[in-house]
């Protein structure tokens, strides 16, 4: 596609309900980056892809966070038993290989857990 | 560990008007520096960036400079637009590894007619 594209862009769940968030890079980009940027506050690392390696979850804050990237293109982040300090924006970026020169950000998840 | 600093907004100025947003960086190495520019209702935009030190980038009227003697990496744009209102990012990539972002808190501004 022309750009990252996110889905939803907005989600109000329940706490300790599960929640799937999607992105869809562009086209042909091998590297994808998760990110959540929480109200006042910068932009926090939370996973990386690169083609077939094994991924990065260095960033990921609990074991309740997890995602996959499916046939090197869609992946999906999800949170499983939702809880209030997870409501944020959750961000995906791709680029052409694990080049900082070239992200592109999708338009976020705004995530709200009430 | 790597980290950025900005300065905390927001911060309001009138069209026409100098603009800095100040951003320091602490890193192990020499890093890239970015910013990046979040308009209302958008995603992350790539503004400029840096790749070595006492480079300038340069964009849409903003300028910075990779200052390695004060880890700084300053925003600059001489004169304001209302079109410029947004929140500003600073952020640094080590040319190692995952090469993920470590970005600042974000400065927003507030450009009034």
């Known amino acids: 596609g022309a750009g990252v594209s996110q889905s939803p862009s907005n989600k109000v769940t329940e706490k300790g309900k599960d929640v799937e968030l999607r992105c869809d890079p562009i086209?042909?980009?091998?590297?994808l980056y998760w990110y959540r940027q929480s109200l006042g506050q910068g932009l926090e690392f939370l996973i990386y892809f690169q083609g077939n390696s094994a991924p990065d979850k260095s960033g990921l804050p609990s074991d309740r966070f997890s995602a996959e990237r499916t046939g090197g293109s869609v992946s999906t982040l999800t949170i499983q038993r939702t809880q209030q300090e997870d409501s944020a924006v959750y961000l995906c970026?791709?680029?052409?290989?694990?080049?900082?020169?070239?992200?592109?950000f999708g338009s976020g998840t705004r995530l709200t857990v009430v | 560990g790597n980290s950025v600093t900005q300065m905390e907004g927001p911060v309001t100025l009138s069209e026409e008007a100098f603009l800095t947003i100040n951003c320091t960086y602490t890193a192990t190495g020499y890093p890239s520096l970015f910013w990046y520019v979040q308009y209302p209702g958008e995603g992350l935009q790539l503004l400029l960036k840096a790749t070595k030190a006492d480079d300038k980038g340069s964009n849409k009227g903003f300028e910075a400079t990779y200052r390695k003697e004060t880890t700084s990496f300053h925003l600059e744009k001489g004169s304001v637009q209302v079109s410029d209102s947004a929140v500003y990012f600073c952020a640094l990539s080590m040319d190692t590894g995952r090469r993920a972002l470590t970005f600042g808190s974000g400065t927003r501004l507030q450009v009034q007619p």
């Open positions: 970026a791709s680029s052409l290989e694990s080049s900082f020169y070239g992200y592109t």
């Open positions: 086209s042909g980009h091998t590297a």
